[in-house]
């Protein structure tokens, strides 16, 4: 028979066992409830028969709320922890998920594509409070890792999406389909996490931009987000208009884009302990920079696909890496630098899209390899990338 001492250590074996799961778990579920959202937008869009230039007043809604999250995100982080603030705000986006499908006016889709931001960015800053806060005391770096997992969600999700489009499937209906399976998976994970419900220490004001060492970080965060988001809006666009590419050739810029960043990330972990963040950060900013400028110069839509992958191998790591050197500041770091980093994807793909109009896809596109350039200075001068 067993003795007590000995099935207490295999309890306590298997609660270990199942709390390194916990963060895989939720950092999928988050790519797949995101993955899902952007890979309905179009039929979201026909459903209430709004315009292109309205459509992108309502995806503007989706960055002002993550900019505006801040204070909701200190205040419950202050209030009931990382563990707890994931759970809220992940039932939360899940109840805004499907009210984003049942929006029967433009004006009400706004509104909820606002709330997605907020409790999005919300659920982001929980997460990834909780994975910095391990990797503090395993002494481990697993960030990469786990935004890939992310990444691999958000592909997951987007197939699913076009998947149920394809079956003639309205997004309410979609939307009410993933829901409850998805909130089972995100209790799972919240009863799998290691039950620390500390508070975190907030300062008694709404909103702060980091200052200091916490502002560059913040501003790889804002350069890196405007990046991303205007290689994920409009790097289709460019293959289209400048190459005529097709349909179905035309999204495989963002997937070559993506399915180069979830492999570079499930490796950056490795990598950061051998060479550093601030080298791969650097480097890997180069590295985007000559993938975007040889997309412009290519010769035909599949070589331009080519500098698009070679992009996304180079911006992969700049998320992780920040959010991991912001996260060991302390969740409030984490909130600001994460609200700064936000407020760049609300403004990346107009800028671009003003670019675009008035000089052409060739220079928004080439304006974009640019800003790698700008990230490669400022992330050589950031001594908090470790």
């Not at 797949?32 to 459903?47: D, H, Q, T, Y």
């Not at 709004?50 to 995100?73: T, W």
């Not at 499937?169 to 500390?198: K, N, Q, R, Y």
Request: glycine share 12%; net charge positive.
């Amino acid at each position: 028979m067993q003795t007590t001492a000995s099935i207490s250590r295999n309890t306590t074996f298997s609660l270990a066992h199942l709390q390194q799961y916990a963060l895989p778990v939720l950092f999928t579920l988050f790519g797949v409830i995101m993955g899902s959202w952007a890979g309905r937008i179009p039929a979201l869009a026909e459903r209430v028969q709004v315009s292109h230039s309205a459509l992108s007043m309502v995806l503007l809604c989706g960055g002002l709320g993550a900019v505006v999250s801040y204070p909701i995100s200190s205040f419950l982080m202050g209030r009931v922890g990382a563990r707890k603030t994931l759970l809220v705000s992940g039932l939360a986006l899940l109840a805004v998920l499907v009210s984003i499908g049942m929006a029967p006016t433009v004006p009400l889709l706004m509104m909820a594509v606002l709330s997605l931001g907020i409790t999005a960015s919300t659920f982001d800053v929980a997460i990834n409070s909780a994975a910095t806060k391990r990797e503090k005391q395993t002494g481990k770096s697993e960030l990469s890792r786990l935004h890939g997992l992310g990444c691999a969600g958000g592909l997951a999700g987007a197939t699913l999406g076009s998947l149920m489009a394809s079956m003639k499937i309205a997004p309410a209906t979609h939307f009410l389909m993933l829901a409850a399976p998805l909130a089972v998976v995100l209790w799972m994970g919240f009863s799998m996490l290691e039950a620390d419900d500390s508070v975190e220490k907030v300062e008694k004001k709404s909103f702060s931009l980091p200052r200091g060492p916490l502002a560059l970080l913040g501003l790889l965060g804002f350069l890196g987000s405007m990046s991303e988001g205007s290689i994920a809006d409009w790097s289709g666009v460019f293959l289209k208009e400048h190459f005529g590419a097709s349909d179905g050739l035309a999204p495989l810029a963002l997937s070559a884009f993506s399915v180069m960043m979830l492999m570079s990330r499930m490796v950056g972990d490795k990598l950061k302990v051998r060479f550093g963040a601030q080298r791969l950060v650097t480097l890997g900013a180069l590295v985007s920079a000559s993938g975007l400028f040889f997309a412009v110069m290519a010769p035909n839509a599949y070589f331009a696909l080519g500098g698009f992958a070679i992009a996304g191998l180079g911006l992969s790591l700049l998320f992780p890496f920040v959010f991991s050197a912001a996260g060991a500041q302390g969740p409030i770091a984490l909130a600001g630098v994460a609200s700064m980093a936000y407020s760049g994807s609300l403004m990346g793909p107009p800028v671009i899209g003003a670019v675009a109009h008035y000089v052409g896809m060739q220079a928004a596109i080439g304006y974009v390899g640019g800003l790698s350039l700008v990230i490669a200075l400022v992330a050589s001068r950031t001594r908090l990338l470790k």
